[in-house]
C-alpha cells in the first residue's frame, strides 16, 4: 500500500476559506484533525465546512482519502486547498487508513491527533473541551464526547459501558453523567482525541480490525496499562448514526470477526467462555429471524466472519461479502 500527501493552498470553490481564531497566532497545544473518508463527498464536504469555524486556535484538517475512484478526493482537494490531504491507493479499511494519517500528522508536529468521522458535524467549541480534558488529567490515551443526532438533537450517546462477557456488547450511556469529564469503559472513534505517548505505547489503531470493534480494543489497552478514558461533556458533535455502518452483510460479517478477535487478543482462555456462550446464543436467535425473514445473506456472512477468523485469512472484499 502506499500514499501520497498533498496541503499546497488553492482556491475553494465551496464557501468561504477557513475563518476562524485558527488564523491568529497559535497558543494552545497543535491538534491534527484526520478525517478518513471512501466515496462520500457530501457528507465530507459538509463536515470540513462546519470544521471552517472551530474557535480552538491551534488546529489543522488532514483528509485521508482510503482509495476511492469516483473523483470525490479530487474535488475535495479543489475545494477545501486549506486542509491537507493523505490520498490511499486502495480502501485498506478503517483502522489502517487512520493510521496512515495519524503517522503522517505526528510526523509533522501535531501534539494530539483526533479522528474524525466524516458524517459529522461539528460545533465551534467542540474542540476545546477534548484538549482541556487531555491537559487537564494524568496519563489520559483518550477523551470523547457527547454525539447528537442531527435531525432531533437528541443525545445518542455520551460514551459507552462495554459487557465482554455478553456478546461483547456495548451500551450507550443516553446522557452525561457528570458535568466534569468523566471516565468510560470506551468511546466512539468517531470522536476521539489521542494522546501520542498512549499511541508509542500500543503501537496505534489495532490493524486487526478492518471495521468497527477497534475503539473498544483501544479502550480496554488503555485501561489494562493504567490509563483513562474520558468523555468531555462539553465537546458535542452531530453523527449521522447509522450511516457510516449499518446492519449489511458487510456489517455483519466484521462485527463477528471483530467480537471473535477481541477475545482472542484480549481475554484468556477461561474468560473466552462466556464471551463465545453469549456471541453464539445471540448469533443463533438472530439466525432463527434471520431465516424467518428470508435474510439469508445475514446467516452466511455471520459463518464466513467466523470461519474466516479462525482461519486467520485476509478480510473478504465488500463484493464478495454482499453478493
Known sequence: MSHSTESEATTPVRGDER??????????????????????????????????????????????????????????RREYGWCEFVVNDENIGFAPGNNVGISYALDTGADYVLLLNDDTIVRPDFLTPLVDAMERYDRVAAVGGVNLLPDSGEIHNAGYVFHPW??????????????????????????ILLDPEFLAEIGLLNEQYFLGMDDVDLAWK??????KVLVAPDSQIYHRVGETGSSSPFSIYHK????????????????????????????????????VSGNRRAIRTTVLGAYDHYRGVEF???DEISE
Open 316 to 318: 473478504r472484499d465488500y
Open 19 to 76: 475563518t476562524s481564531a485558527a488564523d491568529s497566532p497559535a497558543s494552545g497545544p497543535a491538534v491534527a484533525i484526520i478525517i478518513l473518508t471512501w466515496e462520500n463527498y457530501e457528507e465530507t464536504a459538509d463536515c470540513l465546512d462546519s470544521l471552517r469555524s472551530v474557535d480552538y486556535d491551534n488546529y489543522r484538517v488532514i483528509v485521508v482519502d482510503n482509495g476511492s475512484e469516483d473523483g470525490s478526493v479530487d474535488r475535495l
Open 222 to 227: 488503555a485501561r489494562a496499562n493504567g490509563w
Open 256 to 291: 463477528t470477526r471483530n467480537k471473535l478477535q477481541f477475545a482472542e487478543e484480549n481475554l484468556s482462555p477461561a474468560r473466552r467462555l462466556p464471551l463465545y456462550l453469549s456471541l453464539l446464543a445471540y448469533r443463533s436467535l438472530l439466525s432463527i429471524w434471520w431465516a
Open 166 to 191: 455478553l456478546a461483547a456488547k456495548g451500551e450507550l450511556h443516553r446522557e452525561p453523567v457528570s458535568d466534569e469529564p468523566y471516565p468510560v469503559d470506551f468511546v466512539q472513534s468517531c470522536l
